[in-house]
């Protein structure tokens, strides 16, 4: 299992931009399909973004398709999402998971996502 914690949260204006970051613990950090979920209250958590070990490959929501961007350094352990034109629906607890299953990446599934972060709460006003 992998330690995750995420950072970069807050209250930004509709249209503005927000960065969040998840940052893992273990050596073997490379070797996971890393994502990106969101819950909103009241909605089920929600797949946003994933990319595979070598960020050659990404996925995404087609709600965000066009305004967020995931990447991933493997020599700091670390995965980002970086989100533009942010609206109001964007607004929701999103959390890091990470997935040993090569497949995850394409399958965009909660349960096939092992390790999870505590969440960081993004907020777009209107």
């Known amino acids: 299992q992998v330690q995750l914690v995420e950072s970069g949260g807050g209250l930004v204006q509709a249209g503005g931009p927000l960065r969040l970051s998840c940052a893992a613990s273990g050596r073997t950090f490379s070797s996971y399909v890393m994502g990106w979920f969101r819950q909103a209250p009241g909605k089920e958590r929600e797949f946003v973004a994933a990319i595979n070990w070598s960020g050659r490959s990404t996925a995404y929501v087609d709600s965000v398709k066009g305004r967020f961007t995931i990447s991933r350094d493997n020599a700091k352990n670390t995965v980002t999402l970086q989100m533009n034109s942010l609206k109001p629906e964007d607004t929701a607890v999103y959390y890091c998971?990470?997935?040993?299953?090569?497949?995850?990446?394409?399958?965009?599934?909660?349960?096939?996502?092992?390790?999870w972060g505590q969440g960081t709460q993004v907020t777009v006003s209107s």
């Open positions: 998971a990470a997935s040993r299953l090569s497949y995850a990446l394409a399958s965009q599934e909660r349960a096939d996502f092992g390790s």
